[in-house]
């Protein structure tokens, strides 16, 4: 499966404007409320969706955020050999999903985002993205 290698946040807990890097293997470590345990419960309701639904919450935004502006995730990732290009079996995960606007490294992108609609009711929405910033479908249609 992909790889992810990075993750950012914008106000998503104590995490206002954040990126993570990941490698293959990747430790978190640091003092108590920076923002640890924000991140891998960040990435598993992200990444288990389907499983239990997105799994956030209005209570996700930052403390002082516009709770209308809401939280973000963004995720990037690659293909899990190091390679250049997703495999043969990759591919149908992610179709036409793949950004391949750099010829040198093919990359997938997936933005969460939740916030306090109009209506007063909190919504998580998740969709694949392309490099330019562009929605690109609504993850699981």
């Not at 990435?43 to 996700?60: K, W």
């Not at 963004?74 to 992610?94: K, Q, R, Y």
């Not at 391949?100 to 990359?107: A, I, K, L, T």
């Not at 609609?117 to 249609?141: I, L, N, P, S, Y």
């Amino acid at each position: 499966m992909a790889q992810l290698v990075s993750a950012n946040f914008r106000n998503f807990r104590t995490l206002r404007d954040t990126t993570v890097p990941f490698r293959r293997q990747t430790v978190l470590v640091g003092p108590n409320n920076v923002g640890k345990s924000s991140v891998l419960q960040a990435l598993e309701a992200a990444l288990g969706v389907g499983r239990r639904g997105f799994g956030f919450s209005e209570n996700d935004i930052s403390d002082g955020a516009d709770a209308t502006k809401g939280f973000e995730i963004f995720l990037t990732l690659v293909p899990s050999d190091g390679g250049a290009e997703f495999n043969a079996d990759e591919v149908p995960t992610f179709g036409f999903h793949i950004d391949v606007s750099d010829p040198s490294q093919q990359r997938v992108f997936i933005k969460v985002a939740g916030r306090v609609e109009e209506d007063g009711q909190f919504r998580t929405h998740m969709q694949f993205e392309k490099a330019d910033g562009v929605g690109d479908g609504w993850v699981g249609t």
